[in-house]
């Protein structure tokens, strides 16, 4: 079982950056995918990015590329996603997930964090 928790999240004007951290908790026996994903209030949840467990393949959607990175770090179980250039349509509730492949659907991904929000002014 594994409990998945979100930070990093705040208020930022746009142009800025942040790094939101996803610290995964409790222990796990296989390899998995991450993936981020944004919800705004009364809008569908989507994808930002993902990548597999050696980080050899990642994938973003196309309004963040260029300017997020998602990364990880294996031996302290956590996730990563830089944002840099932060625009104010960026503004969300940040998630991170868990999948047992690589993937962007969010259907695919069976545990998911609290959130964090993100809000940028502009």
């Known amino acids: 079982q594994v409990q998945l928790v979100e930070s990093g999240g705040g208020l930022v004007q746009a142009g800025g950056s942040l790094r939101l951290s996803c610290a995964a908790s409790?222990?796990?026996?296989?390899?998995?995918?991450m993936g981020w994903f944004r919800q705004a209030p009364g809008k569908e949840r989507e994808f930002v990015a993902a990548?597999?467990?050696?980080?050899?393949?990642?994938a973003y959607r196309n309004s963040v590329k260029g300017r997020f990175t998602i990364s990880r770090d294996n031996a302290k179980n956590t996730v990563y996603l830089q944002m840099n250039s932060l625009k104010p349509e960026d503004t969300a509730v940040y998630y991170c997930?868990?999948?047992?492949?690589?993937?962007?659907?969010?259907?695919?991904?069976?545990?998911w964090g609290q959130g964090t929000q993100v809000t940028v002014s502009a």
């Open positions: 997930a868990r999948s047992n492949r690589f993937g962007s659907s969010p259907g695919g991904y069976g545990h």
């Open positions: 409790g222990r796990t026996f296989s390899s998995y995918a």
């Open positions: 990548i597999s467990w050696s980080a050899s393949s990642t």
